[in-house]
């Protein structure tokens, strides 16, 4: 008995520290950035005109979840497979990857709209954000590999994700 317990000990204590050393070996830091109230604003009234049913999420980004899911949330450290279609809100798509396996990703890679919400989602769910600049480009301006620009600097957009897997 004595043993069994010993080595129910040295495991539990062998599985906590690999924990804690992923934690440890994580480069990114949860942001905290928020939107100005001018932006909320904006997205507030995008999504009464448009009649969208959409929760405010403390950052400042709105959002949709269609499903839930029901496997691991993303942390800022976890690398994410997901598929997901990013359009200027209102209008054009400007990228999208909606195969079957999906992309991977570092969520701490990603732009803040993304790394402050879909923590709140678990493998399987779909969710539609709505982000401000100042959590998705800002004042930079994204151009293609042709140098079109694909979103203007200051842009509001649209992503609507599939999390389909959480590492």
């Given at each position: 008995?004595?043993?069994?317990?010993?080595?129910?000990?040295?495991?539990?204590a062998?599985?906590?520290?690999c924990?804690?050393?992923?934690?440890?070996?994580?480069?990114?830091?949860?942001?905290?950035?928020?939107?100005?109230?001018?932006?909320?604003?904006?997205?507030?009234?995008?999504?009464t005109?448009?009649?969208?049913?959409?929760?405010?999420?403390?950052?400042?980004?709105f959002?949709?979840v269609?499903?839930?899911?029901?496997?691991s949330?993303?942390?800022?450290?976890s690398?994410?497979?997901v598929?997901y279609?990013?359009s200027?809100?209102?209008?054009?798509?400007?990228?999208?990857?909606?195969s079957?396996?999906?992309?991977?990703?570092?969520?701490?890679?990603?732009?803040?709209?993304?790394?402050?919400?879909?923590?709140?989602?678990?493998?399987?769910?779909?969710?539609t954000?709505?982000?401000?600049?100042?959590?998705?480009?800002?004042?930079?301006?994204?151009?293609?590999s042709n140098?079109?620009?694909?979103?203007?600097?200051?842009s509001?957009?649209?992503?609507?994700?599939?999390?389909?897997?959480?590492q």
């Open positions: 008995m004595k043993t069994i317990f010993i080595f129910l000990f040295f495991t539990s062998v599985f906590s520290s924990k804690k050393n992923e934690t440890l070996n994580c480069a990114y830091t949860a942001p905290s950035n928020v939107a100005s109230s001018s932006e909320i604003s904006y997205l507030q009234n995008y999504i005109t448009n009649s969208i049913i959409a929760t405010q999420h403390e950052s400042g980004v959002y949709t269609t499903k839930t899911g029901t496997g949330y993303p942390t800022i450290c690398n994410i497979t598929k279609v990013g200027i809100l209102g209008g054009n798509v400007f990228d999208s990857n909606t079957v396996t999906g992309v991977k990703f570092d969520l701490g890679n990603l732009i803040v709209g993304w790394q402050r919400v879909l923590p709140i989602l678990r493998t399987g769910g779909n969710i954000l709505y982000i401000p600049p100042s959590l998705g480009y800002g004042s930079s301006v994204i151009k293609d140098g079109n620009v694909i979103i203007p600097a200051g509001y957009l649209k992503f609507d994700i599939e999390l389909l897997d959480v």
